[in-house]
């Protein structure tokens, strides 16, 4: 087996543990956190129910939420200097024998990777490198490796300092038998004062460091963590030092892709509305002030009210509802037309469909309104630069519950209007 190959195990740590990177939902009027389901990917994929959301993972609360990048942010220093335009060329150190230079245009940064490493993901602004195998571990092994990621996007740490996010990792991460730690950490190649926390959860545990710079939060993760595995910890403080030696902040570049933060693209709250932001998924929206998310759901982010109808099929609330998703990351596998007509053909009667082209948070989206199955919904399908999502609605049913049109037609009306599309909180 190869090292590439026995480094998916390290991979698999790294997305169990990675809640504690993928953290930063913000809600308005008591709303927490959505995640509803993903749209069927495959044409003809049966329906039996209703569309449901599906539960995602736990998404936290951040006090305080961003903010626009023209705020006052908290001061750095050295080449982390959030008033000075620096580049590349001007801080990022020449790789010398048995190491190499990576740098990050879109995200601003760069530093010096070790030869045994190779770099296994790299998302645009995020990265993740693997390298030595230190030991047999379950069906893989334990490799060395870390991961460097812009938590959100360049420019979007609003005022979130490393410590504030640090600590929300630590709460948000933590539970009656597991306590990570929070220490004082500095990133002496650059200058720049964090924290570290740890350990993470996962099969093989990391520890992350966190720091603040040219209004952006950065976060890189070691693995192992070295108090579970003392015997490597040898190893991972000699990463910790060469990443904390070599690591430089420069002013990010625009590369074109349009990384958006939230104060680019989040609405001020009207009268009679609420905002809602969710960081980690990327979105915000205004939702009427007499509705609200229903906490007893099983499904994340859906959000209820009007007047009580009834329970119109198992599982659901007793009200209309609206349910906001983040699908997963955007995928050259599928397009939007393709989303759009898995769907219309999931029940096997597409003439029963009206599909709508439009455009929603100033990108490409198809509304599906069905009039077959259980229970009428409306489907909102939008593919966004950094990820795909859904807005689902139901029951539009005039005809068996018109006392819940009006209410859940200006919702939608309201939530399809000011709803915004961001970089997810990493």
Sequence with gaps: MTDTRRIVFVITALALGAVACNLGAASGGGAGDAS???????????TAAPEEPTAAADDPTPQPEPTSSGEESPPATASGSDSAVTTADEVCLTAGEGESLYVNEAGGYCFLVPADFEITQDTGLDIFAAGPILAEFGMEGIALAFGFSVIGAPGGAGDYTAQSWGAQVAEETGGPDFEPSIEPYTLSGAGLDGV???PLP??????AAYVRTNDTLYGVTVYPERTSFPEYADQANALWAQLSESIRFFTPVDTGVGYKTPGEVCPAEESGTQLVIRHSEGWCVLIPDDWHEDIESSFPGRFVGGPEIGVFWPGQPAYANITIGYSGPASDSITLDQQAEGRANANGRPDLVQRTDAEIGSYPAVILDTEDGPVPDRVALIHTTGGMYSVLGQPFDEENF?????????????MINSIGFFEPYR
């Design 402 to 414: 018109p006392e819940a049109q009006p209410a859940l037609e200006a919702a939608w009306d309201t």
């Design 36 to 46: 509803p389901s993903p749209p069927p990917t495959e044409a003809g994929e049966p």
């Design 202 to 207: 996962g099969m093989v545990g990391g520890e």
């Design 196 to 198: 570290r926390v740890g």
